[in-house]
T-cell receptor, first 114, second 115 residues
Framework: EAGVAQSPRYKIIEKRQSVAFWCNPI?????LYWYQQILGQGPKLLIQ????????DSQLPKDRFSAERLKGVDSTLKIQPAKLEDSAVYLC????????????FGNGTRLTVT | AQSVAQPEDQVNVAEGNPLTVKCTYS??????LFWYVQYPNRGLQFLLK??????LVKGSYGFEAEFNKSQTSFHLKKPSALVSDSALYFC?????????????FGAGTILRVKS
């Protein structure tokens, strides 16, 4: 099966600019996740979708981050305006949604904010 | 707070020797535990999981993990390390939420296998 696709792979922007990341999950996976992985830390959940509805965005900085999952398939994560501390790898993952279903991760987008 | 901890930032082992990467958890109720591996510039790959049943769980690439309820641990092991096992390893616990569940990761442990 095709894996989780993410683009772009790398992005460099200046602070206060905006950026968007795209994710295409594995076909049939109802649950989609965006994680932020800062260098030297474990991935931190930003937002979790069940089909096209948000079920957990408790750690999403809503003043600058937004995400959507139209039609319950692809998803985009946007940052506007970016801060230096947003430099990280943004990982998208998907799963069938059951409590023992493993997550399947994309290769991530490495964001550098200068 | 419900979480997992990986007490070692880095583990070094010689090729052919057994390896252990440690993980402890703090969860109310029965834990659902996972191990993932991350190679440079790649996403995380699922290795194995413990849901219930046998305390020794076998996974991909010859890895296994032992669930120990009394010590609240879920250490990752391999009998004979390979240089290609060098990577970043994450332990994770699935927390049951009102809406379903979410996966919380430890900080990660770098494994270096030297030839």
């Amino acid at each position: 099966e095709a894996g989780v696709a993410q683009s772009p792979r790398y992005k460099i922007i200046e602070k206060r600019q905006s950026v968007a990341f795209w994710c295409n999950p594995i076909s049939g996976h109802a649950t989609l996740y965006w994680y932020q992985q800062i260098l030297g830390q474990g991935p931190k959940l930003l937002i979790q979708f069940q089909n096209n509805g948000v079920v957990d965005d408790s750690q999403l900085p809503k003043d600058r981050f937004s995400a959507e999952r139209l039609k319950g398939v692809d998803s985009t994560l946007k940052i506007q305006p970016a801060k230096l501390e947003d430099s990280a790898v943004y990982l998208c993952a998907s799963s069938l949604g059951g409590s023992n279903s493993p997550l399947h991760f994309g290769n991530g987008t490495r964001l550098t904010v200068t | 707070a419900q979480s997992v901890a990986q007490p070692e930032d880095q583990v070094n082992v010689a090729e052919g020797n057994p390896l252990t990467v440690k993980c402890t958890y703090s969860v109310s109720g029965n834990p659902y535990l996972f191990w993932y591996v991350q190679y440079p510039n790649r996403g995380l790959q699922f290795l194995l999981k413990y849901i219930t049943g046998d305390n020794l769980v076998k996974g991909s690439y010859g890895f296994e993990a032992e669930f120990n309820k009394s010590q609240t641990s879920f250490h990752l092991k391999k009998p004979s390390a390979l240089v290609s096992d060098s990577a970043l390893y994450f332990c994770a616990v699935r927390l049951l939420m009102e809406y379903g569940n979410k996966l919380v990761f430890g900080a990660g442990t770098i494994l270096r296998v030297k030839s």
